[in-house]
């Protein structure tokens, strides 16, 4: 065995170590690759129609809320108006 030098493990893996990597791994670990760009394409559309969705929603809400404050009104002046057509008829 090789004297060991200051920094080196007892096993260093030669470059020959690092090619053995078959062809069959390496298509597999193109095809995870490509899926895992696929979903990364998913996520990020995901994302995006998340996103319109809640602007839509804070949108929708505030024409809720415009809607909510007008139904209020008229309807104390609804009540308003029944009042006073109430005491009209008690006069009458």
């Known amino acids: 065995m090789p004297p ?3 920094g080196q493990n007892a096993f260093t893996p030669t470059a020959s170590l690092l090619t053995t ?8 670990l193109n095809k995870v690759d490509g899926q ?3 979903v990364l394409g ?8 998340a996103r319109a ?18 139904v209020d009104e008229h309807t104390d002046t ?11 008829n008690e006069k009458y």
Do not use: C, F, P, Y
Request: aromatic share 0%.
């Open 21 to 28: 990597v078959s062809q069959e791994t390496k298509d597999d």
């Open 78 to 88: 609804l009540q308003s108006h029944n009042k006073r057509i109430g005491k009209l």
């Open 4 to 6: 060991k030098h200051r």
């Open 53 to 70: 969705m809640d602007e839509e929603i804070i949108r929708q809400n505030e024409v809720l809320d415009r809607i909510e404050d007008k």
């Open 42 to 49: 998913l996520t990020i559309g995901m994302e995006a129609k």
């Open 36 to 38: 895992l760009h696929e």
